[in-house]
Structures are given as structure tokens and as C-alpha cells.
């Protein structure tokens, strides 16, 4: 059965450090792969998704996540962290129908906080 | 452009009651999903409508059903409450015509329901 795991339950970093989120994932075929942000009380936004072509794929907020099909993973970056970066950040991969999204798998998440 | 909504954003029921939970999904957009996200963890899929009918279904007990209506509006009903579905259940929508099922996710804010 598909999975996806994100090992790291809560990562706190400094403000203006970098940061590398983790996350694996376990699919057969080429998976459709994305990352969301949820912030306290909201809903989820996308942050970035990955489909085919270019395995390093630029989001929004200064984000970037790259494809590594020969660890099966999707790891996502940032290379200066800001105060309003703090949310919690899902890992997803698309199964099912036509391999759209019609059925997105997510991690347990991660929880980012920033210190001043 | 209104995003995704949903009503209501708080509720509480006690065990053995229904509850109905709606979402109106983004303008142009004609798929509706459905998510349960118990604290501490991911969302998990728990239906996909399209053209009014459940397309995909995830592992959820027959108690959850749903509809869609013919504006793509969409309703969660649960049947039967238990302590163990108190949740955020976050609706999300998207276009697939003309998409190939590569069109952005768009979630809700959610409806956050307590069952006593």
C-alpha cells in the first residue's frame, strides 16, 4: 500500500538558518508528489507538487522540494527561515484515479518552529 | 473569488447523532474531496465526488456518505456519531476537465467537530 512517512514529528530552528524537511514515501509507479503548509486553525495550502519533468520544483515563500526517485523521497527546503515560517507541513502523494489527485495520501506532518 | 467553504466551522454532537457538514467548493471548480484529520496527524481521504457521484472511496466505515449537487456543492453526513470521529474534516476541491487531474488542490478551512 501506498505511504508516505516524515520522520521528523517537530524541528525548531533559528530564524535566517536553513531548513530540510523530510519525507518518504512508498508508491509503485511515478508518484504525483506534494507539499503542503497548515497554519494554526487553517486549512491546508499548497506549497509546492511535483509531476514529472525537472526534479527540483520551486514553490511559493521562497520554497523548493527535490524528487529523488532513487531514495524515494521528496524533500522539502528553504534556505533562510522567517519568524512566519512556524506551521505544521504535510507531505501528500496523489493515487487513484488516473493518477490525478484523487486521492491524496499525507504524512503525520511536521511541525516547524522558529526561534528569534 | 471565494476559495473553498465550508459550514459550520465549530460543532458539537453527542455519540449516536448525525451531523452534516457542507462545502462549496471554488468557483470553476467541479471535484470535491473530503478529508478527516484527527489531532496530531494528516488529513486522511475520506470520498471524491464528481458529476454527483462518489468516484473514489477511502477506508471509512458506510456510516460517512455524501452528495453532491448539480452547483458542485457538496455534503458530509455521518451517521451514528462515536467519540473517534471527532475531527477536522476539511474539504478540498479542484478542476478536472481540461486538467488531466493535474489542477491545484484547493482545501477549506475545515469543520471542526466534537463529539461528546
Known amino acids: 500500500a501506498q505511504s508516505v512517512t516524515q520522520p521528523d514529528i517537530h524541528i525548531t530552528v533559528s530564524e535566517g538558518a536553513s531548513l530540510e524537511l523530510r519525507c518518504n514515501y512508498s508508491y509503485g509507479a511515478t508518484p504525483y508528489l506534494f507539499w503542503y503548509v497548515q497554519s494554526p486553525g487553517q486549512g491546508l495550502q499548497l506549497l509546492l507538487k511535483?509531476?514529472?519533468?525537472?526534479?527540483l520544483v520551486q514553490g511559493i515563500k521562497g520554497f523548493e522540494a527535490e524528487f529523488k526517485r532513487s531514495q524515494s523521497s521528496f524533500n522539502l527546503r528553504k534556505p533562510s527561515v522567517h519568524w512566519s515560517d512556524a506551521a505544521e507541513y504535510f507531505c501528500?502523494?496523489?493515487?487513484?484515479?488516473?493518477?490525478?489527485?484523487?486521492?491524496?495520501?499525507f504524512g503525520k506532518g511536521t511541525k516547524l518552529s522558529v526561534k528569534p | 473569488d471565494a476559495g473553498v467553504t465550508q459550514s459550520p466551522t465549530h460543532l458539537i454532537k453527542t455519540r449516536g447523532q448525525q451531523v452534516t457538514l457542507r462545502c462549496s467548493p471554488k468557483?470553476?471548480?467541479?471535484?470535491v474531496s473530503w478529508y478527516q484529520q484527527a489531532l496530531g496527524q494528516g488529513p486522511q481521504f475520506i470520498f471524491q465526488y464528481y458529476e454527483e457521484e462518489e468516484r473514489q472511496r477511502g477506508n471509512f466505515p458506510d456510516r460517512f456518505s455524501g452528495h453532491q449537487f448539480p452547483n458542485y456543492s457538496s455534503e458530509l453526513n455521518v451517521n451514528a456519531l462515536l467519540l473517534g470521529d471527532s475531527a477536522l474534516y476539511l474539504c478540498a476541491s479542484y478542476r478536472d476537465s481540461n486538467t488531466r487531474g493535474t489542477g491545484e488542490l484547493f482545501f477549506g478551512e475545515g469543520s471542526r467537530l466534537t463529539v461528546l
Open positions: 468557483s470553476g471548480h467541479d471535484t
Open positions: 511535483y509531476f514529472s519533468g525537472d526534479t
Open positions: 501528500a502523494v496523489a493515487e487513484g484515479y488516473g493518477g490525478s489527485q484523487g486521492n491524496l495520501i
